[in-house]
Every structure is written in C-alpha cells, then in structure tokens.
C-alpha cells in the first residue's frame, strides 16, 4: 500500500464518499497533495477506520443496485482470468513485504553484532543507533492498518486515472474499462462500444489491460508498442493511469442518426406515456445527461424530446411523453405506437447539463413532465456520489406527479438526498393572470422554507410558461445566469 491514496480509494477504503473527503479537505480536516490523501492524514481522521466494518461500501452498493437493478449482480466477479492476474499483481505487493520483514531480521542480527561487539554503549546511543536503523528497514512499504483492507479491494476492483482531466473511477467485475468509466459518469470517447470504430482508442501510461474480447479495429503496431488499446475491449488487471479525452460541454459530442426499436410502452396515466428505445448493439447513443433528441415516428411525425435516463445505459433510452391534444407527434405516440416499432433518433440537442465542478449543492425543480431532463440530471449525480441534492416536483395535479416512487426510493435510500412534491391545482401550461401569482406564492413559499437555496446551482425544467416564471424568480434573487439553468419540454 502506497503512502498516498486517491479520494476515490480512501473514500472506499473508509467507507465514506469522495464527497466527505472532499468537505473535509475543503474545511481544512484533511490535507492532500495533488488529489492524493496521505494515509497518515486518513488514519488521523478516521482513527477506527480498520475496525468498521463495509457498512458504507455496501450501503452505496445497495443504492446503485437499485438505481441500475440486476446488472450489479451480474457484475459481481470479474473474469477468472482478470481475478488471477490482479491476485499475481498483488503477489508481488505480497514479495515487497516479505521482503521488509527479511530487512527486520538482518536488523535484529546486526543488532546482537553490536550489543556483543560494543562494550559500553549507553542506553542512549543503543535508542538513537536503532532509531536511524529501524527507519531505513521501514522506508519505503510502511505496513499500515488499511494495507490488508485495501489489498481485498484491489482483488476486486482496480482504479483508473485518467489523464489530463484526473478524472478517476474503479472497474469492477465483468466490466470494460469504457462500461466502467460510464457507470462512474466520465464520458469518455467512444463511438460503437463494440470494437469497430476505434473512437475509444486511448494510451495507457503505467498498469496492466486484458483485452476482454477480439475487435475488428486495427490498432498499427507502433500505437500498439506506445500503449494504445480500446477502451471498450479491455479491462484492468491493475490500477491504471490512461491518457484520454473527456468530454465536458455539448460541442464534444458528436451529432447522431440512429435507428432504435421500441423495447416497451407505458401507459402510466391517460397523460403521460413512458416510451423505452432500445439502439443496436453496434450503435449506441453517446450524450449528456440533461439533453434531448428528435425522435422520429412512423416517418412523418416528429419531436424533441428529453431523454428521461443516464447515459451510464446509452442502449437503453427513456422518454415520458406527455399527451398534447392536437398534436400530431403525441396522437400518434399515444394511439399508434407499437413495441418492436422503428424509431428514428437524431441528436443529441441541448445544453441542460451538470455542472460537474460546482461544488455548491444541487436544487431540482421539475414541473410536470420537466421530471424527464431532471430524472437523468440526478440519475448522473448520483453516478458522481455528488451529495446534496433538493428536488422539488410541481404537479400541474397530482396525476402529473407521475412517477412519485423513483424520488421517493431516492429520498429513502440517500441521507443527504431531500425530495418533496407541490401540487399547483391548475395547468402549469397556462399561466394566465392569477396563475401566475399563484405560482410565484408557490415559490416563495419553497424558498422561504429553504433559504440556502439561493447558495446552490438551481434547474429547473417542465413546460415554457412555468421555466419562464421560475426562472425569472430565481434571477430575480441576484443569482448569476450560471446557477439557473433552464429546459423547456413539450
Ligand atoms: S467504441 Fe468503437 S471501438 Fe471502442
């Protein structure tokens, strides 16, 4: 075990989040040098940190497992192969101790050799003569209390650091190191997810892959020598250090024309349709959490729409479709669309996206189907372990609060997770005269009953009319046009 540890590593060796650590490095608790937390800093805040048990670990497990079901248990063990490889990693962790101890033995015998062969020596000499000694045989390989929880965990998973963005997330399981980077939130390059295309093609500076599967793309044999491999074809053997580009605005995301099938249909109430897209394998939809694309049905009828998942799941697409009498697009998702049935995708659009940086806590407010942009907004934070959060649903009726049980499952499960639901009692669609007063009530009352709210990062996303007013409430405030952002839904 090194003498410094990433936050991500400390925080899963504690069983605390990266979020923690980062408010104690912030306040001053906790010192770090270049990202890195000494472990003598660890072990000071976190004395008893080799007595507890995973609780912690296993309660954000248990939280992922419910945001992205089944596929943790699938996830659970990597390859056997993988597993081997890690264990011969840490073998050699193993040989560096044996090693020390050998050290420690030698010390011993030179110390007979001087207590036999020093007549005289004082106490104090003996005491300074083993200080100088006892230093070197410990420098470097510190055994510490964490050493053998943190050799469990690199049995089961490896850490990632990529480079320049010092982004950092851990592969576990079964998992690519493209899969795993997503599962974490990083958005790295990537095209096909399947070996073709090359988009994901990255340079591994230190650390060792396995390729998981062949790929057709060809890797020239001097960027192969230099370390290039793909990402969504390999996995970590040991913990890695990358170089690869991260995106981090919307112009790094390529513009998209995919066909997808409808992979299920939902009726939740006569308003509001859940439409599920699945892309091909080979084709997958790279984005943003937060943005939308057109969708385009049965050749005629289209709309945009925003996408209500994460992109952590790029094959699997989520839309709540909101019915609009009159309107050609949502008459015909409503009454004419079947499962199995083509759907054009083009995009991604839209500027609707996190503010991975802030450090400031994270408002939500989504009127009516505005719970669309925002569910994937959230489902991203969550994927960053960001803490903080406040979502505030405003229902045109109580039947637009139309999927209550997903922020309810958030708020039960995550402790710094707050979520509360307001029913309007009138269409938030149509905001004419005293409707609009009413809102503003509404708001005011919100606000009022959480003042800290003005100190965080406010979105806000549902039909125009209700963004307009909302918007013009918080800017109103003197917040910067940075803290508000926007997403008008059809
Ligand atoms: S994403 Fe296409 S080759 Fe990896």
């Given at each position: 075990m090194t003498?410094?540890l990433s936050?991500t590593r400390?925080?899963r060796l504690?069983g605390?989040?990266?979020?923690?650590?980062?408010?104690?490095?912030?306040?001053?608790?906790?010192?770090?040098?270049?990202?890195?937390?000494?472990?003598?800093?660890?072990?000071?805040?976190?004395?008893?940190?080799?007595?507890?048990d995973d609780?912690?670990t296993r309660?954000i497990a248990?939280?992922k497992e419910?945001?992205f079901?089944k596929r943790v248990f699938e996830r659970a063990l990597p390859e056997p192969e993988v597993l081997a490889a890690r264990i011969t990693e840490l073998g050699k962790t193993l040989a560096t101790s044996q090693?020390?101890?050998?050290?420690?033995?030698?010390?011993?015998?030179?110390?007979?050799?001087?207590?036999?062969?020093?007549?005289?020596?004082?106490?104090?000499?003996?005491?300074?003569?083993?200080?100088?000694?006892?230093?070197?045989?410990?420098?470097?390989?510190?055994?510490?209390?964490l050493a053998v929880k943190d050799n469990v965990l690199r049995v089961m998973t490896a850490q990632v650091t990529?480079?320049?963005?010092?982004?950092d997330f851990m592969v576990e399981g079964h998992d690519s190191l493209l899969e795993a980077a997503m599962r974490a939130?990083?958005?790295?390059?990537?095209?096909?997810?399947?070996g073709?295309?090359?988009?994901?093609?990255?340079?591994v500076?230190s650390g060792e892959v396995r390729k998981t599967r062949n790929h057709?793309?060809?890797?020239?044999?001097?960027?192969?020598?230099?370390?290039?491999v793909l990402l969504c074809s390999n996995t970590a053997v040991s913990d890695l250090v990358i170089?690869?580009?991260?995106?981090?605005?919307?112009?790094?995301?390529?513009?998209?024309?995919?066909?997808?099938?409808?992979?299920?249909?939902?009726?939740?109430?006569?308003?509001?349709?859940?439409?599920?897209?699945?892309?091909?394998?080979?084709?997958?939809?790279?984005?943003?959490?937060?943005?939308?694309?057109?969708?385009?049905?049965?050749?005629?009828?289209?709309?945009?729409?925003?996408?209500?998942?994460?992109?952590?799941?790029?094959?699997?697409?989520?839309?709540?479709?909101?019915?609009?009498?009159?309107?050609?697009?949502?008459?015909?998702?409503?009454?004419?669309?079947?499962?199995?049935?083509?759907?054009?995708?083009?995009?991604?659009?839209?500027?609707?996206?996190?503010?991975?940086?802030?450090?400031?806590?994270?408002?939500?407010?989504?009127?009516?189907?505005?719970?669309?942009?925002?569910?994937?907004?959230?489902?991203?934070?969550?994927?960053?372990?960001?803490?903080?959060?406040?979502?505030?649903?405003?229902?045109?009726?109580?039947?637009?609060?139309?999927?209550?049980?997903?922020?309810?499952?958030?708020?039960?499960?995550?402790?710094?997770?707050?979520?509360?639901?307001?029913?309007?009692?009138?269409?938030?669609?149509?905001?004419?005269?005293?409707?609009?007063?009413?809102?503003?009530?509404?708001?005011?009352?919100?606000?009022?009953?959480?003042?800290?709210?003005?100190?965080?990062?406010?979105?806000?996303?549902?039909?125009?009319?209700?963004?307009?007013?909302?918007?013009?409430?918080?800017?109103?405030?003197?917040?910067?046009?940075?803290?508000?952002?926007?997403?008008?839904?059809?």
């Open positions: 003498g410094s936050l400390a925080a504690i605390v989040t990266r979020a923690e650590l980062q408010r104690r490095i912030k306040h001053g608790e906790m010192v770090s040098h270049d990202g890195m937390i000494p472990v003598s800093e660890l072990l000071a805040c976190y004395p008893d940190a080799q007595l507890e609780a912690e309660r248990q939280i419910r945001a079901g090693a020390q101890v050998e050290r420690f033995k030698e010390l011993l015998g030179r110390l007979w050799d001087k207590l036999d062969g020093t007549p005289g020596l004082s106490a104090a000499e003996l005491k300074e003569w083993l200080e100088q000694e006892v230093d070197l045989a410990t420098e470097p390989g510190f055994i510490n209390p990529i480079l320049p963005s010092r982004h939130g990083i958005p790295l390059s990537y095209g096909c997810s399947g073709n295309c090359g988009l994901c093609k990255a340079k500076v057709d793309f060809i890797i020239p044999e001097a960027e192969k020598a230099a370390g290039y170089e690869a580009p991260v995106a981090d605005s919307v112009q790094d995301i390529p513009f998209q024309q995919i066909e997808a099938h409808v992979k299920a249909i939902g009726h939740i109430n006569d308003d509001i349709l859940l439409l599920h897209l699945q892309t091909p394998r080979t084709k997958r939809l790279r984005f943003l959490a937060g943005q939308g694309v057109t969708l385009k049905l049965g050749q005629t009828f289209s709309a945009l729409q925003a996408i209500a998942s994460c992109p952590c799941d790029d094959r699997n697409l989520l839309f709540h479709i909101h019915r609009q009498p009159g309107n050609l697009f949502s008459d015909y998702a409503f009454d004419k669309l079947r499962t199995h049935d083509a759907v054009e995708i083009e995009g991604p659009q839209g500027e609707f996206i996190l503010h991975e940086r802030s450090p400031r806590p994270l408002f939500f407010f989504a009127f009516d189907c505005g719970f669309a942009p925002i569910k994937s907004l959230i489902e991203h934070a969550l994927s960053l372990e960001v803490e903080d959060i406040y979502l505030h649903w405003i229902g045109s009726s109580r039947q637009h609060i139309y999927l209550p049980n997903i922020a309810h499952a958030w708020d039960d499960a995550l402790d710094d997770f707050h979520y509360q639901e307001h029913v309007a009692g009138f269409d938030l669609r149509n905001l004419g005269g005293k409707r609009e007063e009413a809102l503003i009530k509404l708001l005011q009352d919100i606000q009022i009953a959480d003042a800290a709210m003005l100190q965080g990062d406010i979105y806000i996303a549902g039909p125009d009319e209700a963004v307009t007013v909302a918007e013009r409430f918080f800017l109103e405030f003197g917040l910067p046009k940075t803290r508000v952002s926007v997403s008008r839904v059809k």
